[in-house]
């Protein structure tokens, strides 16, 4: 049994701990081998494999190891991670480094699944290897390669839905006509593909994004609680776009997510936003996080924020940015640079709402950009150790004087 990149070993131990069910790769990994590219899991950027067994995976995982020592010679270090619901368990593998080392598997029982709102997540039960490919998004990732188990020596390749075709066409199809309905997140997987493989979408995809954004956002709206959103508007939808900016070519995909209209998923104003061309770049310069960045031009960036479940410390900028924006409108700015230390660290403004400042065009600029990369950094000439062996005694007047000295050496800065 030859694949290119996956050791034959762990091919045959994959299929004996398979028992006679059938067992097959699926996915992006069967996408990438027909394309003549090498397949990684894009957080980690090690060798991965999705499987499905019309079977148990957790029985075919917990009879792994042994079929490993057999085809191997040796034992292999295994670490898993069960999903319950699903039937799917993440394994990582340390094979010999001939063989590459780690990788990583995710085995899942065959199963259907139906969506019983749009948005929600969907009703899973076991289904079949065609059955499993059906619920799939794109035609190009609705392809499996069934392992042989003895009878035939070579994989088969199953392709229900034309990926062939849509490969050699370099295009992206959603598998039915509620594809994008049933998950919106699926646009955004769309971008992420389209920008990594240099796809585009085909054009009855096009016209199921125009009719499904139509109707967006259905039976919940911005305002609302956030608890109340169907999961495809929180999490699921910040997990992608994380997966986007992170581990894709980012500019590529904003720019073809926002041409099909599909920043609509997020904030009505985002899709109308060009700025994020120039504010993202200047995101990086600044060592910030480009989700923040993002959202931060929203008509409504921490009802967004709450909504996709950002981390609270990046709620927490979204906020201190909101109220330093304020300040800035109707308050005098400070003509020295002690006084912006004195207005931005007072008022416990963190560094990252200063730069998310900077970058979504909080005026003035230039001394929010100079506290950023300068005037924060300007420290007292003594260190409290100092000040304590000349007397001084620990408590409120000591940090008084240590702010004193401090604001002396930012007066000589212009």
């Known amino acids: 049994m030859q694949i290119p990149d996956v050791p034959p070993q762990l091919l045959s131990a994959l299929v004996e701990a398979a028992a006679g069910l059938r067992l097959a790769l699926v996915g992006g990994v069967v996408r990438d081998l027909l394309l003549h590219r090498h397949h ?238 120039f504010r993202l770049p200047w995101a990086l310069r600044l060592a910030l996080p480009l989700l923040p960045a993002l959202v931060a031009c929203a008509a409504q960036p921490l009802p967004l924020a709450r909504r996709l479940q950002l981390p609270h410390g990046q709620q927490r900028w979204l906020q201190q940015l909101h109220q330093l924006s304020l300040h800035l409108l109707m308050q005098p700015c400070p003509e020295r640079p002690a006084g912006w230390c004195e207005l931005l660290e007072g008022s416990g403004c963190s560094p990252e709402a200063v730069g998310l400042g900077v970058i979504t065009g909080a005026q003035p600029r230039c001394p929010l950009l100079r506290w950023f990369f300068r005037w924060r950094h300007v420290k007292a000439p003594v260190t409290a150790s100092q000040l304590l062996d000349e007397g001084w005694q620990a408590g409120p007047e000591l940090g008084k004087e240590l702010k004193r000295r401090r604001m002396q050496i930012l007066a000589k800065y212009q």
């Open 40 to 277: 990684q899991d894009p957080w980690r950027g090690l060798p991965d494999l999705d499987l499905v067994v019309e079977g148990s995976a957790p029985d075919l995982v917990e009879r792994l190891p042994k079929a490993l020592e057999q085809h191997l010679g040796q034992a292999v270090p295994l670490r898993q991670q069960p999903h319950g619901r699903y039937g799917t368990v993440a394994v990582e593998l340390q094979l010999p480094a001939e063989l590459g080392g780690t990788w990583l598997l995710d085995l899942a029982s065959a199963r259907q699944e139906a969506y019983p709102r749009p948005g929600e997540n969907p009703q899973v039960s076991p289904g079949s290897l065609e059955q499993d490919l059906a619920r799939r998004d794109f035609s190009v990732n609705a392809m499996a390669l069934v392992l042989p188990d003895g009878a035939a020596s070579e994989p088969q390749l199953l392709d229900p839905h034309g990926g062939q075709h849509d490969l050699a066409a370099r295009q992206l199809r959603f598998l039915h006509p509620h594809s994008l309905r049933d998950d919106p997140t699926r646009l955004v997987r769309a971008a992420r593909y389209a920008a990594r493989l240099g796809f585009d979408l085909a054009p009855d995809a096009l016209h199921q994004v125009a009719s499904t954004l139509q109707d967006w956002p259905w039976a919940w709206h911005l305002g609302q609680d956030p608890a109340l959103a169907p999961p495809a508007l929180g999490t699921r939808l910040r997990m992608e776009l994380e997966l986007l900016l992170e581990r894709e070519p980012w500019r590529e995909a904003l720019a073809r997510l926002q041409r099909w209209g599909g920043l609509v998923l997020f904030d009505r104003q985002l899709q109308q936003d060009l700025s994020w061309r």
